[in-house]
């Protein structure tokens, strides 16, 4: 099994999907750490009550540097000798030099159809651009934000009454689907990045995830 650190900087409900999938014995990743930079998470709570070892790196105290902070979390994932990274909810951008170390081997998952909608507040531009389909991207880690090569994604429909506490409700409730299935996907290797594409080597015509 692959040691798999989950990143976040609040809820946690992704982390709580991978918690349950993980649970599976057949599962490829083990999560042996969740790292949070904000010392509040609630998704640390999840995190202990399954029993996973849990790590805080304050992100405030490095103010702008981030090369610092990123050592930091560095000693934590080497202390609990991590081989991949999820990135659930984590609100920090990483610099050039994590992401490349990291490269192939962290996650993200992210509140969009990518390319549409990089960066923060999706289901309100969603919302404003009217799209009539919206969902969620787990993509490889790459120097550019949101920019990664795509491993998978869900698409839900918008619908006429939406809010955006609806769309983001219907998303979530995809993206819960969804992390889980991309990272057994990349943790057993199935999902690989090659020369910056990613490259599957399962069937994917069984619409489990369509
Ligand atoms: C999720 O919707 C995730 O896609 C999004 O933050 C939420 C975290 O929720 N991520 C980003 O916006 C990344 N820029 P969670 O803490 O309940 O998993």
Not at 97 to 103: A, I, K, P, R
Request: net charge neutral.
């Amino acid at each position: 099994k692959r040691r798999t650190a989950v990143l976040i900087s609040g809820r946690g409900s992704n982390l709580g999907a991978l918690i349950a999938a993980a649970r599976d014995p057949a599962y490829p990743a083990e999560l042996a750490l969740v790292l949070s930079n904000r010392a509040d998470a609630a998704g640390l709570d999840r995190a202990r009550e399954a029993g996973i070892p849990t790590a805080t790196v304050e992100s405030r105290p490095f103010g702008r540097d981030r090369a610092a902070f990123e050592a930091a979390l560095g000693g934590k994932l080497a202390e609990a000798r991590i081989e991949m990274i999820a990135l659930a909810g984590f609100m920090r951008v990483l610099t050039e030099g994590f992401v490349t170390h990291w490269s192939g081997r962290m996650l993200n998952i992210h509140p969009s159809l990518l390319p549409a909608f990089p960066g923060l507040d999706t289901h309100a531009r969603a919302l404003a651009a009217g799209v009539r389909l919206h969902g969620c991207t787990v993509h490889f880690v790459t120097p550019g934000v949101d920019e990664g090569p795509i491993i998978a994604q869900s698409a839900v429909p918008v619908l006429p009454d939406d809010d955006e506490a609806a769309l983001a409700a219907r998303v979530l409730a995809q993206e819960h689907r969804l992390y889980p299935a991309a990272l057994a996907w990349a943790a057993a290797g199935l999902a690989r990045l090659e020369g910056g594409r990613v490259v599957l080597s399962m069937a994917m015509a069984d619409g489990a995830l369509a």
